[in-house]
């Protein structure tokens, strides 16, 4: 009897451990065990996004942007094509964020679970980069690879890049700010092609989000259109 509560005590000592243990990780970086799950959907969601690029454009693409002789009427016309084929769940692009720790990640379609646990989440609700309008994008700070956890160290000025397949875009940000859940007018339309990422805040916590505004500053086709 003696033995079993020595062995008890152990795995009880073993298991505080490990739980301070993991505890600890997620305060200081993320956390461990959906930042696992999260690589390997990561890593999944880079070799869809190889794939697309790889058989980007089509020739009904090509064809649809023949007669057009502005770049960025080309991009609006691509941008809607390509939003009209694509589905929740599905790599659409790159985001690339210097000033967020080097954020550089494939960015999902939709912002449902399923989708952020693999990285980045474009609203549904909102246009694609070219269409015009304001792109959400969202992403988890403390789970599954916290794409987003330096999100409030982006300020006035920084650059942030998306890449999609039909072209490249450069947004400079405007302002952050700190809103409820429930303001949607974050991603309404202000006239001009507008950024806005959201994530959680502050850290481990619901109650707020907190906005990066940015604004489109260059655009680029993408070769091959």
Known sequence: MRRFWHILSIALITAGLVVIADVGITLAYKEPLSSIYGSIKQGEAEAQLEDLEASYPSAQDRQAVANVRSDPQRIAILARRFA????????IGRIVAPAMDGLNMVVIQGTDTASLEKGPGHYPETPFPGEGGTVGIAGHRTTYLAPFRHIDSMQQGDTI????PYGTFVYRVQKTEVVDPSDVGIVAKVGYERLVLSACHPLYSAEHRFIVFARLIHERIAGGV
């Open 161 to 164: 890049k998306l890449e999609m």
């Open 84 to 91: 009209a084929t694509v589905k929740t769940g599905q790599a």
